[in-house]
């Protein structure tokens, strides 16, 4: 079935550095990929919708300068999280659909960031 | 407006047979989605309907109303591993994603 690849799974880094988050459908092709993020026993929570060649559609409340989101081919697109602060502490998942319609959303294994 | 509605947490029984139910209203309807997610890792996808009637697929079903706007995943033969929160999505005329916030099922031995 489809993959998608999310790297890294997890990572630490400190306060007002930059992270980079990447999202790689592996055997087809993603013209959307979704980022979501997830508190502790929470729900997820969509950050912004990327369409390849496109800027990115970010939902209300989320600050697009901080989390970069670039979608440069079909198969990857990559979340920045800028000038990183301990509340930016989540799950970070991403989600890609293939170009036929009505087929299943796709998860990666999600990226748990913790910043120090 | 759009709602998803799912109990927020169920308790089973190893072995046994449960019904997690799913109520929705979309502007416009293209399908619904029933996902599973265990705690701290991403969600894995179970089944979509977008016809009314069940689809089986192994231990799991999943069933759509659309005329009733009623959704529900049927989980046979329960195992340990079964624990873990079960999302209900559907997608609106837009092929907007409408998350449910999940329903915890919790297994006993």
């Known amino acids: 079935g489809a993959v998608v690849s999310q790297h890294p799974s997890r990572v630490i880094c400190k306060s007002g550095t930059s992270v980079k988050i990447e999202c790689r459908s592996l055997?087809?092709?993603?013209?959307?990929m979704f980022w979501y993020r997830q508190f502790p026993k929470q729900s997820l929570m969509l950050m912004a919708t990327?369409?390849?060649?496109?800027?990115?559609?970010?939902e209300q409340g989320v600050e697009k300068d901080k989390f970069l989101i670039n979608h440069a081919s079909l198969t990857l697109s990559t979340l920045t999280v800028t000038s990183a602060h301990p509340e930016d502490s989540s799950f970070y998942i991403c989600?890609?659909?293939?170009?036929?319609?009505?087929?299943?959303?796709?998860f990666g294994n999600g990226t748990r960031l913790t910043v120090t | 407006g759009q709602n998803i509605d799912q109990p927020t947490e169920m308790t089973a029984t190893e072995g046994a047979i449960v019904q997690i139910n799913c109520t929705y209203q979309?502007?416009?309807?293209?399908?619904l989605f029933w996902y599973q997610q265990h705690a701290g890792e991403a969600p894995t996808f179970l089944s979509y309907?977008?016809l009314d009637g069940l689809e089986e697929k192994g231990r799991f079903s999943s069933f759509l109303s659309r005329s009733k706007g009623y959704s529900y995943l049927l989980l046979k033969e329960l195992q340990m591993k079964d624990s873990a929160s079960y999302l209900c999505?559907?997608?609106?005329?837009?092929?907007?994603?409408?998350w449910g916030a999940g329903t915890k099922l919790i297994i006993k031995p």
């Open positions: 979309t502007s416009g309807f293209n399908g």
């Open positions: 990327s369409n390849e060649g496109s800027k990115a559609t970010y």
């Open positions: 989600s890609a659909r293939e170009l036929r319609e009505n087929e299943p959303l796709h």
């Open positions: 309907n977008v």
């Open positions: 999505v559907t997608m609106d005329s837009n092929y907007q994603l409408i």
């Open positions: 055997d087809f092709q993603a013209t959307t």
